[in-house]
């Protein structure tokens, strides 16, 4: 078994966990080559009745949260590389498998791929994501070094679902961050920073690909939002916790008084984001307890560079799945050469195309009369609009904080 896909499911409703199922399904992962685990962590949603439709292994535990849900998924893994997949998101036709790929032949611990958000009106990538935006090759010491770099403001390097990782490394270092586990108490909030941290930490060689997108779902029942004061203590104690972990056990890095300040820039960022959420939500009673758990930190609000990775960004197609579907149909067409008529101006069309053509051995040729047509990209002028960088950061200056014209702004972009 190449690859075991972990899915951890909790309450999630049944239509987005179907969804996520026939994302992976309808992929061009091989059927022979990878396995879907599911645990599901004392869901109170009854799957069963579909569950046997998608021919995967499916443990149900007593609720424990979704770190220990993920360590005794791991431990039931069969695979020789993992990766994570939230079950309420979804992923492109090509995306794993250029993961599997390309960690096999360039011996890579960890392989990232590309990723977008997806909200109620749109689906979006972050064009001043590194991750996305360039290549990525790091070896040894540099690896952490890597993941510690960006100080937490691009969460593309601590989420788990935009990557794979080796099994062997990975358990490595679950066993390390067991270890510590028992000492700090359960988390909750940062699982996913704790974690990686780890798997960086052990990992010999990172590297990334650009084949498609992982889509990660914003809507209004995501565990990460913050709905009350007790949540967001949790959550503030979590990141705490886990911060301090990480300054306490970066080891022998040559770089280790660089990882060390980069950490200490993650904790200021934190401690501004923690302190406006409180500020902005009157969790007035919150204050001290932010105080006492992030130290000597000076206390301000968020500012606009915080959150800059995510300001600019580029608006996917209306008709994205349409378009995603006809390149799984051609992908699977058996004959070649094959005449297909697509836009060879839309970056993802074309990228998908030549691997194709590198990858299969395809002899793809473009022709305006062609039986096989990949849609063109839609895109509506009021989405076009509400998702502008400029008109948003405009909003967010002339609007005050919980005026509705904000609101429906943040809740647009």
Known sequence: MKLSVIICVYNTSRAYFRECLDSIRNSTLPFSDYEILVVDDGSEVNYQDFIDEYHLRYVKTENRGILAARMYALRLAEGDYITFFDSDDTATFNYHAPMLLTACEQNADIVINDWAFQSERAKYICTRDTTIKGDIYAEGDDVLELFASQAGREHSYFVLWNKIFRRDMLCEAIRELETLELTMGPVLYSEDVLINFYAFKHSKKVVNVHTGYYFYRIHPRQSVNVSSAEKLRTQITSMTDTLRAMSENIGDNIHKEKIALYIQ????????????????KKYNEL???????????????????????????????????????????????????????YDKNDDYVRRSVEYMCEHQGRIIAWSKDASLCVPKAVISFKTRFLHNHIVYSAGMILFKKGSKIRAFLKKSF
């Open 287 to 341: 204050i001290p307890y932010i105080k006492e758990r992030y130290g000597d930190i000076k206390l301000r609000t968020s500012t606009f560079k915080d959150g800059s990775a995510y300001t600019k960004n580029r608006i996917l197609a209306e008709n994205f799945a349409e378009i995603d579907a006809s390149l799984l149909a051609l992908y699977r067409a058996s004959t070649t050469p094959t005449d297909v008529c």
């Open 265 to 280: 820039k993650w904790t200021e960022l934190m401690a501004r984001s923690h302190f406006s959420h409180a500020k902005s």
